[in-house]
């Protein structure tokens, strides 16, 4: 195994650790070297990856906006008209929430603590902007009317993380596809 693997092997179990753990207790009762044993590293490793507990923080929080941004993104330009990009992009993002509970209750919970930087508020701001552009695009097309593309956009997606974590909460539930269908049929009718 290459030093490069090695290195992003060792960084990705503490990511990992850090993620379940902060799930399990609040960041302030995780220390260091329960990330470090949960990752099955050396106590001093995550100092070589993370300057602190909380450059760590910031950095599993931008990452997973990241993983989210970029598996919402994927084909969404594909599709051809407002209604097939929003289609598209709530069922992008009720798959990831599925695939992915930990990490975005991890973003929820973190979104407005003290402990994520302005910066990487910014720079969580600034790389999520597909809906914006959706919904932009969707005006200048004549597809949406609205005085104000900011708050359609707030407004869709409040809307798609509201549902999404409803539908998060229930995936065990057999009607999970009919409602996730019925939820977005609702917002559809709602904004047309």
């Known amino acids: 195994m290459k030093v490069t693997e090695k290195h992003n092997d060792k960084r990705k179990s503490i990511m990992e650790a850090s993620l379940k753990l902060f799930g399990e207790k609040c960041v302030q009762d995780t220390s260091t070297a329960s990330i470090s044993q949960e990752a099955n590293v050396g106590t001093g490793t995550l100092f070589c990856y993370f300057d602190s507990k909380e450059d760590l923080v910031n950095a599993l929080y931008l990452e997973s906006k990241e993983e989210l941004a970029v598996y919402i993104e994927a084909g969404v330009w594909e599709q051809t008209t407002f209604k097939t990009q929003l289609k598209h992009i709530w069922d992008r993002t009720i798959e990831w929430y599925i695939e992915n509970p930990r990490k975005i209750k991890f973003m929820w919970q973190f979104r407005s603590s003290p402990l994520i930087t302005k910066i990487t508020h910014e720079k969580a701001v600034m790389r999520f902007t597909v809906m914006a552009d959706v919904v932009k695009k969707a005006i200048a097309s004549g ?8 708050l359609l956009t707030s407004l869709i997606s409040g809307y798609f993380h509201s549902a999404g974590m409803y539908l998060l909460d229930n995936a065990h539930n057999k009607n999970i596809k009919a409602w996730q269908e019925e939820t977005f049929t609702l917002l559809w ?4």
Do not use: D, F, L
């Open 189 to 192: 009718k709602g904004i047309h």
């Open 143 to 150: 597809e949406a009317t609205t005085a104000s593309a900011e």
